[in-house]
């Protein structure tokens, strides 16, 4: 299993610039995530999504879109990019939530600098 | 106030040293509490969880929590340098049928000298 991977590496765009940030998993997990960290601020979560279909916001979902038409995929989409949006992007998944906790696994991040 | 708080560090330890990696919460929801290690530019990998409160050991970590006082904390025993990574603590409150989002603090950054 290659877990969960994250394309491109790094990508440097121009402000007002779109692009989309790739993510698959091969787990077969139902939930999936997308965090940006900022240095000194953790891991903010941008969006989630429970299954294909299914979508939600997180804390800080302002300048992103997000779908999910099957389990493996999850791309994030940026539109109008803004230099406020630099940060390294990780994509993660999980099995179900339920009632226990579930290992959420990362990605290997992509470093997104807008200028 | 932030739900999570964690002292950025960075830290730096002799090899051999006892580390204590530490984080506050104010949230009293919360019930599921994580370690994660994160390596320079890679992605978190889960190091530990535990469910309540209590002590939890796994190799030459042990994972705590304080429920009554809101804290939570990591002990690295005989540290080495392949443990120089920054440490994120997370949380996560209990709900049925749950999202399983997490909580994270800011991490620190542990740094093992030879």
């Known amino acids: 299993n290659a877990g969960v991977t994250q394309t491109p590496k790094f990508r440097i765009l121009k402000i007002g610039q779109s692009m989309t940030l790739q993510c698959t998993q091969d787990?077969?997990?139902?939930?999936m995530y997308w965090y940006r960290q900022d240095p000194g601020m953790g891991l903010k979560l941008i969006y989630y999504?429970?299954?294909?279909?299914?979508?939600d916001k997180g804390e800080v979902p302002n300048g992103y879109n997000v779908s999910r038409s099957t389990t493996e995929d999850f791309p994030l989409r940026l539109e109008l990019a803004a230099p406020s949006q630099t940060s390294v992007y990780f994509c993660?998944?999980?099995?179900?939530?339920?009632?226990?906790?579930?290992?959420?696994?990362f990605g290997p991040g992509t470093r997104l600098t807008v200028l | 106030q932030k739900e999570v708080e964690q002292d950025p560090g960075p830290l730096s330890v002799p090899e051999g040293a006892i580390v204590s990696l530490n984080c506050t919460y104010s949230?009293?929801?919360?019930?599921?509490f994580m370690w994660y290690r994160q390596y320079s530019r890679k992605g978190p990998e889960l190091l530990m969880y535990?469910?309540?409160?209590g002590n939890k050991e796994d190799g030459r970590f042990t994972a705590q929590v304080d429920k009554s006082s809101k804290y939570i904390s990591l002990f690295i025993r005989d540290s080495q340098p392949s443990d120089s990574a920054t440490y994120l603590c997370?949380?996560?409150?209990?709900?049925?049928?749950?999202?399983?989002?997490?909580?994270f603090g800011t991490g620190t950054l542990l740094a093992v000298q030879p």
């Open positions: 993660a998944s999980s099995h179900t939530g339920g009632r226990s906790y579930n290992e959420q696994f």
């Open positions: 787990m077969n997990h139902n939930y």
């Open positions: 999504s429970v299954g294909a279909g299914i979508t």
């Open positions: 949230n009293s929801a919360f019930q599921y």
């Open positions: 535990t469910y309540s409160s």
């Open positions: 997370a949380m996560s409150p209990y709900y049925g049928g749950a999202t399983n989002k997490l909580i």
